[in-house]
């Protein structure tokens, strides 16, 4: 049982790249998240989703996007990448169930640069 | 969701409890206490959580105010591995998970 993985674990980009973040989890866990923590500051959640196919907006969404086509896998992409999106990565799953869905379960992170 | 403020910094001796205070004075009836830290570089993990009544469990105890305006996470035997970031964040169960992180406690335990 691997919990939740995150790759990459590290990324460089320049300006106006590319790239998506995959996240993953074998828990069944029915809601996935995507935040993101700058040096000095808590996390800030950017996108989540209840359920595989549905996607909703955070606290910070703008320059990014998400896909949910399976449970287990939670994508967040950069289609542009900007300096501003230097940050840490963190994906987090939980259980919609009898347990309370801010039980989350977080990953290792990806730290991402943006040139 | 109630706002929460903990102290910036808070220094423990190795194998003595840890006691991490957390205000919450604008907290409603249906609202949750949740605590989760996070190590270095790592992602944050989830520790407890409570809405009335005092909860124990293999990492924590967390005890909740009377009236609810106040909690305090203990870490009953401090390890160095202990030394993190805990964050007190009060949720309502009906945001669909949504956490808001604030500033937390940097917890530091000393050999």
């Known amino acids: 049982n691997a919990g939740v993985t995150q790759t990459p674990k590290f990324r460089v980009l320049k300006t106006g790249q590319s790239m998506t973040l995959l996240c993953a989890q074998d828990?069944?866990?029915?809601?996935m998240y995507w935040y993101r923590q700058d040096p000095g500051m808590g996390l800030r959640l950017i996108h989540y989703?209840?359920?595989?196919?549905?996607?909703a907006k955070g606290e910070v969404p703008d320059g990014y996007n998400v896909s949910r086509l399976k449970k287990q896998n939670f994508l967040l992409g950069l289609e542009s990448a900007a300096p501003s999106q230097t940050s840490v990565y963190f994906c987090?799953?939980?259980?919609?169930?009898?347990?309370?869905?801010?039980?989350?379960?977080f990953g290792p992170g990806t730290r991402l640069l943006v040139l | 969701d109630a706002k929460t403020t903990q102290p910036t910094s808070m220094d423990c001796a190795e194998g003595r409890a840890a006691n991490l205070p957390c205000n919450h004075s604008?907290?409603?009836?249906?609202?949750?206490v949740y605590w989760y830290r996070q190590i270095h570089s790592q992602g944050p993990q989830y520790i407890i959580h409570?809405?009335?009544n005092n909860e124990t469990n293999e990492m924590a105890s967390l005890i909740i105010t009377e009236d609810r305006k106040s909690s305090t996470l203990i870490l009953p035997h401090a390890t160095l591995r202990d030394t993190a970031v805990y964050y007190c964040i009060v949720v309502s169960g009906t945001s669909y998970g949504k956490l808001t992180f604030g500033q937390g406690t940097i917890l530091t335990v000393h050999p």
């Open positions: 989703s209840v359920g595989e196919g549905t996607t």
């Open positions: 828990m069944n866990h029915e809601y």
């Open positions: 409570g809405l009335k």
């Open positions: 604008t907290i409603s009836g249906n609202e949750y």
């Open positions: 987090a799953s939980s259980y919609s169930g009898r347990v309370l869905v801010e039980t989350q379960y």
